[in-house]
């Protein structure tokens, strides 16, 4: 709790330094890769644009082994150079601990915060049903990003690994630039 809170405050420190704000969060690539079939695998996994104005992500993992009890999330954030470096973030959440209290991590909530209302990831575990992200528009990363924290641009990489019971079965990684 105390590690999460300076980490954050550090961050925020580190973003204010470098004072580039953002103006816009453009997706470039998204995908989903199963590492353990047996236990899941990915119904889809896609970027949208409806129009210039309208984009969005959605994706859905099936889980075969429900109910799930024991989740853990790591989340690298890697910024391009030459190839993707680890950039601030790669921290490991005990999903099941957070979901039970989500104020008592302020770096798990506020990414949760990018995908919570447009998904059924928002309840206390057991997890007994597939796990579904819908129609996640770009405005609302975008208002997520830049209301929040500036940040500097770039090319980024987002990259999610979903363990339970210690075994990372899939990998959600969206690729995204900062302008
Ligand atoms: C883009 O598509 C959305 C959803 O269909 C619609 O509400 C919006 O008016 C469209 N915008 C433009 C500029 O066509
Ligand atoms: C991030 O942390 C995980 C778990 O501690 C580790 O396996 C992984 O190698 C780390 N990634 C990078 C890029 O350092
Ligand atoms: C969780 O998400 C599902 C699907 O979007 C929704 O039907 C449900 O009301 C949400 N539950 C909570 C507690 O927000």
Not at 104 to 117: D, Q
């Amino acid at each position: 709790m105390f590690t999460q809170s300076s980490r954050l405050v550090e961050l925020i420190v580190f973003l204010y330094l470098i004072n580039q704000i953002v103006s816009k969060v453009e997706f470039t690539n998204i995908k989903c890769t199963s590492l353990d079939t047996d236990f899941t695998d990915i119904d889809y996994c896609f970027l949208k644009s409806v129009n210039r104005s309208y984009k969005y992500l959605s994706l859905k993992i099936k889980l075969f082994k429900t109910p799930i009890t024991k989740v853990k999330v790591n989340v690298e954030l890697m910024k391009r150079y030459s190839g993707y470096k680890p950039f601030l973030y790669n921290v490991t959440v005990d999903a099941c601990q957070f979901l039970k209290n989500t104020k008592s991590n302020p770096i798990a909530f506020y990414l949760h915060g990018f995908f919570r209302e447009f998904s059924n990831m928002n309840h206390t575990c057991p997890f007994d049903h597939d796990l579904i992200v819908e129609k996640l528009s770009v405005d609302r990363i975008n208002r997520h990003v830049t209301e929040v924290l500036p940040f500097p641009t770039g090319d980024y990489l987002f990259r999610s690994n979903w363990i339970a019971y210690d075994i990372n079965r899939a990998k959600v990684d969206v690729y995204f630039t900062l302008s």
